[in-house]
């Protein structure tokens, strides 16, 4: 264990980069690729290389799959971070809600779900690009972006579509936004509790009347004319079944030996609509890379431009031919390099032959499987035609986790990438990407989330088709 300062324990280590996981490789040299760390009052573990990452994801699942019990988590899910779906401990109820999502955020090739999902994109793209037409540059357009994506998100998952201009509908996209920023943020109050009393209590009210305020809005506007339909047993057995749908099935008529009931289900819908603010954070920080690379830029316009013809919009069914713009959400998404949560773990165990006592946190670090220069040429720079074989196809090395894997994977994996190709091959189909005087275009790297405020973008239109 490398040597550890009183009270703070480690702590001091991690504040030294800009990406607390490059810290984790820098420790590594000296003190192995599994190592201890003391962090304020937390035991935990750094576990570096894939082969240890695999052992504690897939070989060891079970004894690994808890979430650290950090205060904030239970504070933005009305007092108990159970209720969460990403930072709750696993356990039957926690499988029944993956199960449930599952068949909607991984809808197969060109099922009606899928379907359902491409025309809902290209619609909201149509009002996205609107927009745009009438204003090529956008003041926020991190918030039209996200209103895009919310509304796909609502149309898909809760059969609702919202007039984006609605300040209600405006106020609920800042609070997603923010309480989005937060989660993504780590705190030396995380490790070291006693440091909150110090800490703005109106930061931590406001956030939680912002988790509030989106409970409020997903059970007036999206839940309870489906309850009243449930309580009455009016439920047409034709329509096909949403999310929404999914989950008061399971409350109304309970088939499972874990219990759904109407809270549960709310929160769980609460957590997955969020889910569109992570992708147009990340559609942000993907357009906040491409803007300093127009070649990048110009093979995703030349890609586009041979399938539709300049005709037609861009199809889901298009990605499988245009492995360039796919790609490109790859190397993005492999720069951001978001850190895969914490796991913790539930019982005596151990990685790579080394002793984990139960509850000790788990930091796997996604960080060095994306950035090594060992597992990559030129990780620093941006090249999409990495993940692009001899023959043209996709290929995502074994190393490349960063939706993680095993009981505890991300459940967004299929939706970051289906948005991401229309929303991506739609926009560049249209425009150029231009810098605008003044901005500055640095993407925060080592988290998904970009603040409130942040770089704007020229949409030159092309001249093509709009
Ligand atoms: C580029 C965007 C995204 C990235 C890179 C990402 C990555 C991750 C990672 C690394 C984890 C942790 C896995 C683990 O602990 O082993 C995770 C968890 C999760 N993600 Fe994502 N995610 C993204 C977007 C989304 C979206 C859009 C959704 C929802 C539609 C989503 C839903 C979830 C859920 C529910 C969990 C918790 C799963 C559990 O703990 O059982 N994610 N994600």
């Known amino acids: ?27 590594s040299k000296t003190h192995g690729s599994i190592f201890r760390l003391k962090l304020g009052v937390v035991p935990a573990i750094v576990v570096n ?10 070989v060891k699942a079970t004894d690994f799959d808890g979430r650290p019990n950090i205060s904030r988590y239970n504070d933005l899910f009305s007092g108990n971070r159970e209720n969460s779906l990403a930072f709750c401990n696993f356990s039957n109820l926690q499988k029944l809600r993956r199960e449930i999502l599952q068949v909607h955020t991984f809808p197969r090739n060109f099922s009606s779900r ?18 745009i037409n009438k204003e090529n540059c956008l003041t926020n357009f991190k918030i039209h972006l996200s209103s895009t994506i919310a509304n796909v998100f609502f149309i898909y998952f809760c059969s609702k579509r919202f007039d ?3 300040p209600k509908f405006q106020e609920m996209i800042q609070n997603y936004d923010s309480v989005f920023y937060e989660v993504n943020q780590g705190y030396a109050s995380d490790f070291l509790p006693w440091l909150s009393y110090f800490q703005s209590k109106n930061h931590t009210r406001k956030l939680s009347q912002m988790s509030k305020a989106i409970r409020a809005f997903v059970m007036e506007n999206l839940m309870n004319d489906r309850i009243v339909k449930y309580e009455r047993n009016e439920r047409n057995n034709n329509d096909e079944e949403d999310y929404v749908d999914s989950l008061l099935e399971r409350v ?20 997955i609509v969020g889910g569109h603010t992570a992708i147009s954070n990340f559609i942000m920080k993907t357009l906040g890379f491409l803007v300093n690379h127009p ?13 539709t013809l300049i005709s037609r919009d861009v199809t889901l069914a298009d990605r499988k031919q245009m492995p360039y713009t796919e790609a490109t959400i790859l190397e993005s998404i492999r720069m951001i390099a978001s850190p895969i949560v914490p796991h913790v773990a539930t019982q005596n165990s151990s990685i790579g032959g080394f002793e984990v006592k139960k509850d000790t946190m788990i930091f796997l670090n996604n960080y060095d499987l994306n950035m090594s220069p060992e597992l990559w040429s030129e990780p620093e720079n941006f090249q999409p035609e990495r993940f692009i074989n001899a023959d043209g196809r996709i290929v ?11 009981r505890r994977s991300c459940m967004g994996n299929k939706m970051v990438q289906l948005i991401s190709f229309t929303t991506l091959a739609s926009l560049f189909q249209s425009y ?20 409130y405020n942040t770089f704007r973008f020229n949409f030159s239109p092309r001249n093509l088709r709009l």
């Open 295 to 307: 070649n990048v830029q110009a093979k995703i316009q030349k890609e586009v431009d041979a399938i």
């Open 396 to 406: 995502k090395p074994e190393h490349f986790l960063p939706f993680s894997g095993g």
């Open 1 to 27: 264990m490398p040597w550890a300062l009183p009270i703070i324990g480690h702590l001091h280590l991690l504040g030294q980069y800009e990406v607390p996981y490059q810290a984790f490789k820098v420790i």
């Open 114 to 131: 899928f379907l359902k999902l491409d025309s809902i994109i290209n619609l909201e793209m149509n009002e996205l690009k609107s927009k």
């Open 252 to 271: 109304y008529n309970n088939r499972d030996k874990a219990k759904m009931d109407l809270n549960t289900a709310l929160f769980s819908l609460e957590d």
């Open 49 to 58: 290389g894939l082969e240890n990452i695999k052992e504690v994801l897939f």
């Open 164 to 166: 984006t201009s609605l």
């Open 432 to 451: 150029d990407l231009k810098k605008l005087p003044g901005q500055q275009y640095k993407v925060p790297i080592g988290d998904l989330a970009l603040p």
